[in-house]
């Protein structure tokens, strides 16, 4: 199915529902709740998601993002894991990530600043474009498992993080200090 140029009602809550297969386009999505929902092969391109609410273990997989608005998209602590998912151009301030699991996901020159990622919950992403003030945060020991290959990274922090599963950025602009004592 194909939705185009639709203005949604603003709220709506979807209960264990299964959506899939479906591209919207230009679009106003409003601010849906996701409870204990299950979205699979879902194409959001130039939409205005900053609203939506993931709640109750929601498994969003297979997914794509073009262009899309998801600032401050909600996310409650360990209630959505996102599979699969390529991001493209979207703009990601305010979005709660730090609540969220991305397993294989992709983000091609999206827009984060000043989030906090948390390390366990990064598993096999793919980062491209420019990072700002973002802090890849661990528990001492973790492993952050990441592609930074094409980035550029401004102002990214790695906090108590295992950085020996990350590719590195091609750029010779990086510098990599080991345990950096607190100050």
């Known amino acids: 199915m194909t939705v185009d140029n639709e203005i949604f009602t603003d709220i709506v809550r979807y209960e ?9 386009t230009n679009s106003n999505v409003g601010s849906p709740i996701f409870w204990s929902c299950n979205l699979h092969h ?36 360990n209630e959505a894991v996102f599979t699969n998912f390529e991001f493209t151009a ?16 992709t983000f091609y020159k999206c827009r984060f600043s000043d989030r906090v990622l948390q ?15 973002i802090t890849f945060e661990g528990d001492g020991q973790q492993k952050l498992i990441a592609n930074f ?3 550029i990274l401004d102002g990214v ?11 590195p950025p091609k750029s010779k602009n990086h510098l990599y200090v080991e345990q950096v004592p607190h100050v």
């Open 42 to 77: 879902l194409v959001f391109s130039t939409c205005d998601l900053t609203n939506a609410r993931f709640f109750a273990g929601s498994t969003i997989d297979y997914c794509t993002f073009i262009r899309s608005d998801l600032r401050s998209v909600g996310i409650a602590r």
């Open 16 to 24: 264990h529902e299964k959506i899939s297969e479906t591209t919207i």
């Open 149 to 151: 290959e094409n980035c």
């Open 90 to 105: 979207c703009d990601m301030r305010g979005m709660t990530l730090e609540n969220a699991t991305f397993i294989d996901c």
């Open 119 to 133: 390390a366990a919950n990064i598993v096999n992403c793919s980062f491209t474009g420019k990072l700002v003030d």
């Open 157 to 167: 922090r790695f906090v108590g993080c295992d950085l020996t599963q990350c590719i």
